[in-house]
């Protein structure tokens, strides 16, 4: 692999990095190390690690380092951020970018098949080495799709401003200067890690990171797991649905003391936090599921109905939830997504999940299943007058 020589591109990011390096610098994907012998003339540069994959570029750096005696650089051999220890106040990127060629191999040039691959990567890795108050800067053209480049830093709770931009033949070249979003760094700061774009809904965005207990566990403590998953649901920027984070959290809390829903771990002013349910979507899963684990995993989901009816609360969309029950491989059904339910002297959990599995009948027939539908709606309009365990208990009958 030849060692990327500086160009347009490299002269551009090289005045972003006499205007913003300072502290502990890492240059990823040196290349001819132009980004790390600038920042080491940086007054307020301590330390620069240079790090790249291509064998030959680290050690040319190293000969140049030792040649000359330069003080507070090192060259590491390594792929992405492997290799590397510590946290960075200055993460500068001039990534490969262009789209690939047929037939044409360069990892100088090539930023994966639409060109933005290796960026994706980076970006996923990179929250994870940075200080709080750290900065990226990011070089990229126009040919790696600019609108896709924010996507990503959108996607892994980064925000961004442009420093420089450059015409050169058929491209533009940006430069941008990008932080931590004050989210990302309140949740770090509750020991989250690996915090991804998970799901986008009406109302919220979901995004996934990792909990590492034994942060948190006295050593002596035995840990069972871990870590845990924790899926994060942050309210969008233009939802109309201004109170949907904080009725979330309410009735969370009041659920969870009846062990439904998700185990709420914290939550803040436009976000909440809980443990990840595992498992799969209600409708995928009944299609693959035997008769008994249906009968186990329908029984669980109509007595928390039922638990949520005694309440007086109404949970809403139990007549279709393909997307609000998870079922995982132990048969543990987990209700989701509590921000429209609301307390009510006629909740209608139990009938709503009735209807719903009325409209799967024909499926659950092919499983061995042996009930009318005309049957099972006259029970749920029985319970529907009463609330009364009997009645309730009628239609859990009728699940044969």
Not at 74 to 83: I, M, P, Q, S, T
Not at 219 to 248: F, H, N, W
Not at 269 to 281: I, L, M, N, Q, S
Not at 328 to 349: C, V
């Amino acid at each position: 692999m030849d060692i990327y020589q500086p160009a347009e591109d490299s002269y551009l990011l090289q005045k972003c990095v006499r205007r913003f390096a300072t502290g502990r610098v890492l240059d990823m994907g040196t290349g001819s190390g132009i980004q790390a012998l600038t920042a080491i003339e940086v007054p307020s540069v301590r330390e620069v690690v240079a790090i790249d994959i291509n064998s030959k570029a680290v050690e040319a750096l190293r000969q140049e380092i030792e040649k000359k005696k330069l003080r507070k650089i090192k060259a590491v051999k390594g792929d992405l951020f492997e290799n590397l220890d510590g946290y960075f106040n200055t993460v500068i990127f001039n990534p490969p970018y262009l789209p690939q060629d047929k037939g044409i191999e360069d990892g100088a040039l090539y930023g994966g098949k639409k060109g933005w691959e290796i960026s994706e990567l980076f970006f996923r890795e990179v929250s994870g080495h940075m200080f709080p108050e750290g900065i990226v800067l990011f070089l990229f053209s126009s040919l790696t799709n600019k609108q896709k480049i924010e996507k990503i830093l959108e996607h892994n709770l980064l925000q961004w401003e442009e420093l420089g931009e450059e015409k050169i033949s058929f491209e533009t070249l940006y430069v941008y200067k990008i932080i931590k979003t004050q989210l990302l760094r309140q949740l770090e700061g509750k020991l989250l890690r690996k915090v991804h774009y998970f799901a986008e809904g009406k109302r919220g965005m979901v995004y996934t990171g990792e909990f590492d207990k034994s942060l948190v566990i006295k050593k002596q403590i035995p840990v069972k797991k871990r870590t845990i998953t924790v899926a994060v649901k942050v309210k969008k920027k233009d939802s109309k649905a201004a109170d949907a984070i904080a009725s979330e959290v309410f009735w969370l809390k009041v659920l969870n003391e009846r062990a439904i829903g998700p185990r709420m771990l914290f939550s803040g002013e436009d976000y909440v936090a809980y443990e990840f349910a595992e498992g799969e979507y209600i409708e995928e899963w009944l299609a693959k599921a035997s008769k008994e684990d249906i009968q186990t995993v329908l029984k669980s989901v109509f007595q928390q109905c039922y638990v949520m009816d005694k309440l007086g609360v109404n949970k809403e969309e139990m007549h279709h939830p393909l997307k609000h029950i998870i079922v995982d491989k132990e048969l543990n059904a987990t209700l989701i997504d509590f921000e429209r339910s609301y307390e009510t002297e006629k909740p209608h959990n139990v009938t709503q999940f009735a209807d719903f599995v009325g409209k799967f009948r024909l499926m659950l027939v092919k499983k061995g299943f042996d009930f009318d539908l005309k049957e099972l709606r006259e029970a749920a309009a029985e319970y529907k007058e009463t609330y009364a365990a009997k009645e309730f208990e009628k239609i859990l009958g009728l699940l044969k």
